[in-house]
């Protein structure tokens, strides 16, 4: 399990969101082929590509125009990532921002209960800061876990830059949104928090 700091993946699926909403309410085909085109580049293997441009091809709502690149679970919206239990009750209730926080915050959950499940011996967890830092350690860990030995040179290519990003990607205003709905729990992952920063002023405060 690959854990990531609440806090920058809720502004990467900002982002991401963004993005895509960007290019398909635009119309415009060409920057819909190049958006294509990097999303299909995150495959590594080409097999997947094919699978993840059938699906969009063949799509219902991705035949209409202006939804290319809408899956047909998102209902015609233009969203990206996970989709967790009554998300489609909370959707319009809330923010892009607090709904990315609500995507994460119910996605690590649901993937920690479900290692409760599995013996420990037989799983790891490897927190995404760490693995960034320092790469052969984790890795070492990884393979140890499947029996194999480490391979060199694999982390030749792994980047830091992306740690931390949400200092400088949130507003205030927008820290303490997000810090609401995964604050405490940022916390209870053994996440540094200032207790300030995560709480939002009372009225007149």
């Not at 690590?108 to 490897?126: K, T």
């Not at 960034?132 to 040179?153: A, K, Q, Y």
């Not at 507003?171 to 928090?193: F, W």
């Amino acid at each position: 399990h690959l854990l990531r700091d609440g806090r920058d993946a809720t502004l990467s699926m900002r982002h991401a969101w963004e993005r895509r909403r960007e290019v398909v309410e635009s119309g415009d085909p060409r920057r819909m082929a190049r958006l294509a085109c990097s999303m299909l580049r995150r495959y590594p293997f080409w097999r997947n590509r094919f699978q993840a441009l059938r699906f969009e091809l063949t799509n219902n709502l991705s035949l209409r125009p202006r939804r290319y690149m809408n899956k047909a679970q998102w209902k015609g919206r233009a969203a990206w990532g996970a989709r967790f239990p009554g998300w489609e009750k909370t959707i319009d209730k809330v923010s892009v921002l607090e709904f990315n926080a609500l995507q994460w915050r119910h996605t690590v959950e649901a993937a920690r209960e479900g290692l409760a499940s599995i013996p420990s011996d037989r799983q790891v967890e490897v927190r995404y800061e760490d693995f960034t830092r320092d790469c052969e350690t984790e890795l070492r860990r990884i393979f140890d876990l499947i029996g194999l030995d480490p391979v060199p040179g694999l982390a030749a290519d792994v980047s830091g830059q992306s740690v931390g990003r949400w200092h400088a990607g949130f507003a205030a205003a927008e820290k303490a949104l997000v810090g609401e709905i995964i604050g405490d729990y940022l916390i209870a992952l053994g996440y540094e928090l200032d207790d300030a920063w995560y709480r939002r002023p009372s009225p007149g405060a």
